[in-house]
Each structure stands twice: as structure tokens, then as C-alpha cells.
């Protein structure tokens, strides 16, 4: 097979999704949401390497749709993590734009850090609708967020925010045997899903690992070898890289429950690979991981384009998890698949533009 240049299939997908949907009517419908800001954030990485304006003004245009003249969300569910995760684009908003709403709409958001709850040992709640929770995603929808701020406003008290939240979620859902994270943790440790002695959840699902890596990658963007922390977020991003490719399938594709390859009524998911890939590039650009990951990488990304389709000449990301809460086994097992929804486009999007990096730099 002949493949294009991964630039080239990102733009398809963008391009298919601006056929698709009017940037207000990305779904949720009006809600300051996380599905829709994983997907923008991929295809703002598609404008940095492409340069063509229709992407960045698609995004402006659903930013305007959900954001009062102020700078005030209109829908979005306070202290919840997945609505704050789209501010990541606040900054490259303003910077394109000169438009002050959008640095009072990421001031309201990061303002919201100041009285969120937390749990006992003082993790951040992944939403409000499970208080007393942490899962592994809030690394992703509120790390790089407050990492930026923290870098360019001076304020370093929200980097160690950062780096609090990811080494506790790493204490508290890390596995030793096999260097994965679990999904989640109840503090309260009564949860059905959690264990009753440590809190952890019971299996490892592959998309909220793969938020991990990518989210402590981004939030070494903003941080040097003099902020504290840093190396340990560098350990913490390498280590969990170097366990996931452990439970790489042969055919180059990460599995719904990663370390249970081949287990009756487990497959092959697609966002979650998406995400290895995009981390593992990053990690070895960044000088992480040594340039033999990218092997690894390669062979995820290619496996992955393999798996696509085109329908009408649009491109179709299937096999995604169309998202799910804590459960069992038979729990992740059971989640239904989508074909082109915001997670997989978002993810193969990050994927791509990583891999173009990669590719370009040799």
C-alpha cells in the first residue's frame, strides 16, 4: 500500500469534519466541552504544520458560539474537569486574534482551580457528578491548561499544581507489576469498581492511559529543568511509554483493555493507540526516548491508517470507544463503537501532526 503523508491525512479528517458539522454544531450542542476541544486542539496542530487559515477560522468560530462577549462560558457543568479542557485554546486564540475576550475566558476558568475540591490527599475531582474520584483524564483536560497559564503568566504556583495532580494520580493508580495506570481512584474506596483496600479501579483502559502521556508532555512545553518537578514528570511520561509498548499487538494495534490482548471479547481500539503514537513521537522529538520507539510508533500509526475507510471520499476513523465511566472487564468490553466521532478524529489528528513532525525532522 501507498501511503500518504500523515499532513495529508489530517487534513482530510478536518476537512471532512468542517463537510460535516457548522463549527456551532459540533456536538455536544453548545456545551464548553472536551470533545469538542480534543478534536480543535488536533486540528489546531494541523494548522501549525499546514498553515491554512479555514482551520483556525473553524475554531474561532465554535469558540465564538459558546462564549458570551465577556468571556463567560454559556453551558458548561462548574468543577468538572471535561468542561475546562477546551481553555487549552484560549491561548493561540488570543495570540491570533488579539481579542481580550479570550484571556477573560481562560482567567475565568483558571479561577475556577481556586476553590475546586479535592479529595483527602488533595487530588483534584475529575467532575462533579463522582465527587471523591480522581480518573486518569483530568491529567489531560486540566494539566496543560494551568501549565500554560503558570508559563505565561508567571505564575508558578499552577505549575506545581501540574505536577502535585500527576505524581498523585500516579501514586494512587499506578500498578507496579506492570508499570500501567488504573483508570481511576475513589478516595472514599466504596465505589463497586474500586478496591476496597487501595481505591484503584480494576483494569487498565487504554484511551485514559493515553490522555496521560500526551497531557505530561504538553505540560513540559511550559516547564525547564530548573522547575520543580520537571524530572519527575520526564519519569513519569517515559515510564508509562515504555510499559504500553509492551502491550502493543503484534499488528501494531493497542487493545480496549490493554494488557489483556487476545482475552474473549476484548478488541482493537483505535483513539487510545492514536494517543500512544502521538506521545511516543513527542517523547522522542523531545530527546525522552531514544529514537528506537519511533519504531513503535511507526507501527501503530501505519497499522492504524491501515484500518481506515473512505465513504463518498470522506475518511472513516472507526473502532472508537464512544466514551464510558468505571466498571469491570466485561464493562469496557461492552462499550459501543463509533465511526468519525470527536475522541477518534481529535486523537488521529494529534497522532498525524506528530508523526509529520517526526517524519519532517528525519
Known amino acids: 500500500m501507498e501511503y500518504l503523508a500523515p499532513i495529508d491525512y489530517a487534513k482530510q479528517a478536518c476537512d471532512m469534519m468542517i463537510r460535516k458539522f457548522k463549527a456551532e454544531d459540533l456536538p455536544p450542542v453548545g456545551v464548553f466541552h472536551y470533545h469538542q476541544g480534543v478534536f480543535l486542539s488536533g486540528m489546531y496542530q494541523t494548522f501549525l504544520l499546514c498553515n491554512e487559515e479555514k482551520y483556525m477560522q473553524y475554531i474561532k468560530a465554535w469558540f465564538d458560539s459558546?462564549?458570551?462577549?465577556?468571556?463567560?462560558?454559556?453551558?458548561?457543568?462548574?468543577?468538572?474537569?471535561?468542561?475546562?479542557?477546551?481553555?487549552?485554546?484560549?491561548?493561540?486564540?488570543?495570540?491570533?486574534?488579539?481579542?481580550?475576550?479570550?484571556?477573560?475566558?481562560?482567567?475565568?476558568?483558571?479561577?475556577?482551580?481556586?476553590?475546586?475540591?479535592?479529595?483527602?490527599?488533595?487530588?483534584?475531582?475529575?467532575?462533579?457528578?463522582?465527587?471523591?474520584?480522581?480518573?486518569?483524564?483530568?491529567?489531560?483536560?486540566?494539566?496543560?491548561?494551568?501549565?500554560?497559564?503558570?508559563?505565561?503568566?508567571?505564575?508558578?504556583?499552577?505549575?506545581?499544581?501540574?505536577?502535585?495532580?500527576?505524581?498523585?494520580m500516579q501514586a494512587k493508580t499506578r500498578d507496579e507489576k506492570t508499570g500501567l495506570l488504573y483508570h481511576a481512584y475513589d478516595s472514599l474506596k466504596k465505589e463497586s469498581w474500586a478496591n476496597p483496600e487501595t481505591g484503584k479501579s480494576a483494569e487498565f483502559w487504554g484511551r485514559s492511559i493515553g490522555w496521560v502521556p500526551v497531557a505530561l508532555l504538553d505540560d513540559l512545553d511550559f516547564m525547564?529543568?530548573?522547575?520543580?518537578?520537571?524530572?519527575?514528570?520526564?519519569?513519569?511520561?517515559?515510564n508509562l511509554l515504555k510499559a504500553v509498548?509492551?502491550?502493543?499487538?503484534?499488528?501494531?494495534?493497542?487493545?480496549?483493555?490493554?494488557?489483556?490482548?487476545?482475552?474473549?471479547?476484548?478488541?482493537?481500539?483505535?483513539?487510545?493507540?492514536?494517543?500512544?503514537?502521538a506521545a511516543l513521537c513527542k517523547a522522542v522529538r523531545k530527546g525522552l526516548l531514544s529514537a528506537s520507539y519511533l519504531e513503535n510508533a511507526k507501527k501503530g500509526f501505519y497499522a492504524t491508517i491501515d484500518t481506515l475507510t473512505w465513504k463518498t471520499n470522506d475518511i472513516q476513523i472507526g473502532n472508537v470507544c464512544i466514551g464510558t465511566g468505571v466498571g469491570d472487564y466485561q464493562h469496557y468490553c461492552d462499550r459501543p463503537t463509533s465511526v468519525n466521532d470527536l475522541h477518534g478524529v481529535g486523537a488521529f489528528l494529534l497522532m498525524c501532526a506528530e508523526m509529520e513532525r517526526c517524519l519532517r525532522n528525519g
Open 245 to 277: 509498548c509492551k502491550y502493543q499487538s503484534e499488528s501494531g494495534l493497542w487493545y480496549q483493555v490493554i494488557d489483556k490482548v487476545g482475552v474473549p471479547g476484548n478488541w482493537a481500539e483505535t483513539s487510545c493507540g492514536c494517543l500512544f503514537v
Open 66 to 168: 459558546v462564549l458570551d462577549e465577556d468571556g463567560t462560558r454559556k453551558k458548561f457543568l462548574p468543577h468538572t474537569m471535561d468542561d475546562m479542557q477546551p481553555g487549552i485554546l484560549l491561548y493561540p486564540l488570543l495570540d491570533y486574534t488579539g481579542d481580550e475576550k479570550y484571556k477573560k475566558a481562560v482567567d475565568k476558568i483558571i479561577a475556577e482551580f481556586e476553590d475546586y475540591p479535592r479529595t483527602a490527599e488533595g487530588g483534584l475531582w475529575h467532575k462533579m457528578p463522582h465527587p471523591h474520584q480522581m480518573w486518569l483524564d483530568g491529567l489531560y483536560m486540566g494539566g496543560p491548561l494551568c501549565a500554560e497559564y503558570g508559563k505565561r503568566y508567571n505564575k508558578p504556583e499552577l505549575l506545581q499544581l501540574v505536577v502535585e495532580q500527576a505524581l498523585l
Open 224 to 238: 525547564d529543568e530548573k522547575t520543580p518537578g520537571f524530572q519527575d514528570l520526564c519519569d513519569m511520561a517515559t
